[in-house]
């Protein structure tokens, strides 16, 4: 098996139109990178450096912002995959935002408002840790949280999961018009890895805070959240803002494969340093030229004192 490319890991895992979509399709420990394994590391840090160079360049050019939308079943990955992929961006142009439960002002607005308060600025990069596909997925399983949403009982119909995949594919199509450029990411993780996962946490007392109750509460619930993502994933993978369904039962392989959809990303944006116009430019050698002078009248009153 030859090794693939970075931008072969992004393309295998994208989906911009939902139609032929199968989530039972996508192997969670899916072995085609398994020849990556040995330079995994080496591949990440380099793919790390590239969205570094890129990111600062996107934030220079001030044009596109990117979102980057992460949702995952519980101990999929979601935290420590951010962590990794993002260590060598800028603070200064990056913004992570963890949403949960929303809280009773949130339940007074529309489902979309809280999350279109933390949209990124042109040139940065926002992160949202879950979203609002939130109201296709938790809301769906759990369906007495809809009736927690003050939503008028005309407009709670059969038809509410498919009118929210329609307004999320009009907002993010609005967006998208916007220069706002939507990647988003569903973490797939096995119910055996998970396991795996929280028996870890439970067996190493400085994982003990990454565990809650209602984690294994949520696993009961497991396969009604996978047909909830199939259909979400099916629904609203778009050319403009597709989904990267990402095998993670192989941490260092999710990493490598959400970098790498990054990175190929803002590639195809080809961001720029601006430059400067032939005033401006005139300017600034006038400026170097005097700082130049600065320096060299230094160096003769040294010479000069010396004598």
């Known amino acids: 098996m030859s090794v693939p490319s970075l931008d072969q890991i ?11 979509f199968r989530l039972a399709e996508i192997d969670p420990a899916d072995p085609w990178g398994k020849s ?3 330079n995994a590391k080496s591949l990440l840090s380099d793919g790390v450096k590239r969205l570094s160079d890129l990111q600062e360049r996107l934030y220079a050019q001030d044009r596109w912002s990117i ?8 101990a999929a990955g979601k935290d420590s995959t951010i962590k990794h992929v993002m260590s060598g961006v800028n603070p200064q142009g990056c913004e992570v935002h963890a949403f949960k439960a929303p809280s009773s002002e949130e339940l007074d607005h529309d489902f979309l408002w809280r999350t279109t308060r933390q949209l990124p600025r042109r040139g940065h990069i926002g992160i949202f840790n879950r979203s609002y596909y939130e109201e296709t997925l938790i809301v769906r399983v759990h369906q007495s949280i809809l009736a927690r ?3 008028p009982p005309a407009l709670v ?10 307004d999320i594919n009009a907002y993010e199509r609005y967006l998208s018009r916007q220069g706002v450029v939507i990647r988003k990411f569903f973490l797939h993780v096995s119910k055996e890895e998970q396991r795996r996962r929280f028996i870890q946490r439970l067996d190493e007392a400085d994982k003990h805070w990454k565990f809650s109750l209602a984690d294994v509460g949520e696993r009961a619930h497991f396969a009604e959240y996978m047909r909830a993502y199939e259909d979400t994933i099916r629904c609203t993978s778009t050319a403009w803002a597709p989904w990267h369904v990402i095998p993670a039962d192989r941490k260092w392989f ?4 959400v970098a790498a959809a990054i990175v190929n990303t803002i590639e195809t944006l080809d961001p720029r340093f601006p430059s400067a116009d032939p005033k401006v430019k005139a300017e600034l050698n006038k400026v170097k030229t005097a700082l130049e002078a600065e320096v060299k009248a ?3 009153a040294a010479r000069s004192r010396k004598k």
Do not use: P
């Open 254 to 257: 999710t990493r490598l494969a």
């Open 157 to 166: 119909t059969r038809n509410i999961w498919r009118e929210r995949f329609e």
């Open 149 to 151: 949403q003050q939503l």
């Open 36 to 38: 990556l394994k040995s």
């Open 298 to 300: 230094g160096k003769a």
């Open 67 to 74: 979102l980057l939308v992460f949702q995952a079943m519980d």
């Open 10 to 20: 992004a393309a295998r895992y994208r989906v911009t139109d939902g139609a032929r």
